[in-house]
């Protein structure tokens, strides 16, 4: 590909004297390994060179006698990694101190690297690093001032961590988050700054016990959409799935942006998976943003697909917050009628169904809130359907 270009590396006592010595104590460091074994490999390539460089008879001798031939660059355009790269290591030793939450090693690592290479790229967010490993908490410690604090882990301090640090990121972070949920104790549930709650920030490293707690401890935590949200999260985290659903399914009434928005990352494979379908099924637009928002619809839907859920629910539970409610409250009833096989009172719940679904056949429209005009009717069979199908089709319980 093109004409064949060389570069030479000089084998003299002054290249031999430049070979990195391994730094003191970075050999017990697991993640040097890599780097050690290119080290030790480097080493033996200069040895193997200096021998051929002596014996004209070495099969890898230049006939110069002086000097070996690579393949890229006249004149040493290619720098060599650990000749011309001693920033590498010294990267490298400040990034194992990080790791080691060694601040003064970290510290007096980073000074040499400044020394050596003041305009060395990686400066600006090695520091940030190595501050944090001693930085105090937010003082004093307001939701303003939490919140701040907060954002500048996020934006600065979590992406210097991955890209430096890779899988020691979140281990890296725990303190920290640690820190500022320690400061966020004293502090009640903000709408403003929801954020700067301990209920959040213990769920950045997983405390899900402290989670559960910091949000039990609120008034009225289960009537309030966002720390239910959380609350559904630590009991699922916690091993009780099942209790986790009874807090999200409600959501669909109480607040059904906030639940369309977390929906797709719910932990539970029952209500994700579910509400993946339930969007394939009907997607109305960014229309659907008030009381008739889609996701109203979704726990009924949900349960004639997931039957089994309806013991997790009692129907005097259900509030009356429209037609996707009742229309969930009678499938509660009507499910469990259906396998026993009692045919009065079944009959009875059915027809509470189907006047559930002729008023809205009859009365259900959206209209777009910006032009006034109706944008769809629940006439649509995608509304109604699903609740033909439940006690159609013979016998009792199938």
């Given at each position: 590909?093109g ?25 017990k460091q ?6 050690h074994a ?25 006939r110069?006698?002086?000097r ?9 355009l ?24 060694a ?7 980073l ?8 305009a060395h ?18 003082s004093p410690?307001?939701h303003a ?20 640090l ?8 725990k ?5 500022l ?11 403003t700054?929801?954020?700067a709650h301990?209920g ?54 109480m ?11 719910l932990?539970?494979?029952?209500v994700r ?10 997607s109305?637009?960014e229309?659907?943003?008030d009381a ?53 009172e079944?009959i ?6 189907q ?6 056949i ?6 777009d ?15 109604w ?14």
């Amino acid at each position: 590909m093109g004409e064949e270009r060389r570069h030479f590396v000089c084998l003299d006592a002054d290249v031999l004297a430049r070979v990195p010595e391994i730094p003191t104590g970075l050999e017990k460091q697991p993640l040097s390994l890599f780097t050690h074994a290119l080290i030790l490999l480097h080493r033996s390539l200069v040895v193997l060179l200096a021998e051929a460089a002596r014996d004209d008879s070495h099969p890898y001798a230049d006939r110069t006698g002086t000097r070996y031939p690579a393949l890229v660059g006249e004149g040493r355009l290619q720098l060599d990694l650990f000749v011309d790269g001693r920033d590498a290591l010294l990267v490298h030793a400040v990034v194992t101190n990080l790791v080691a939450r060694a601040p003064d090693s970290a510290v007096s690592g980073l000074a040499h690297l400044r020394a050596e290479h003041p305009a060395h790229p990686d400066l600006p967010a090695l520091t940030l690093l190595a501050d944090a490993l001693q930085a105090p908490p937010p003082s004093p410690a307001t939701h303003a001032t939490l919140t701040a604090s907060i954002e500048t882990l996020e934006r600065a301090l979590a992406p210097a961590a991955r890209r430096f640090l890779g899988t020691d990121a979140a281990t890296f972070l725990k303190p920290l988050w640690q820190t500022l949920a320690a400061a966020a104790a004293s502090l009640p549930f903000d709408d403003t700054h929801p954020h700067a709650h301990r209920g959040w920030l213990c769920q950045q490293y997983g405390d899900w016990t402290a989670v559960r707690a910091a949000v039990e401890a609120e008034p009225d935590c289960a009537a309030r959409p966002l720390l239910r949200y959380w609350l559904g999260l630590a009991r699922h985290h916690l091993g009780e799935p099942e209790a986790a659903i009874r807090l999200w399914l409600p959501l669909c009434w109480m607040d059904p942006v906030l639940f369309a928005r977390y929906a797709p990352t719910l932990p539970s494979a029952t209500v994700r998976e579910g509400w993946n379908a339930f969007e394939r099924a009907g997607s109305f637009g960014e229309l659907l943003d008030d009381a008739t928002h889609a996701a109203t619809w979704f726990p009924a839907w949900l349960l004639l697909r997931h039957r089994g859920l309806v013991h997790l629910f009692r129907t005097n539970e259900i509030p009356d917050a429209g037609t996707g409610a009742r229309a969930f409250r009678a499938l509660l009833s009507l499910v469990p009628l259906e396998r026993q096989g009692l045919s009065d009172e079944l009959i009875g719940q059915r027809r509470q169904l189907q006047q559930t679904m002729i008023a809205m056949i009859d009365k259900g429209r959206f209209a777009d809130p910006v032009t006034a005009r109706v944008a769809f009717s629940y006439a649509h069979p995608i509304f109604w359907a699903p609740f033909m199908l439940v006690g159609d089709g013979g016998a009792p319980g199938r």
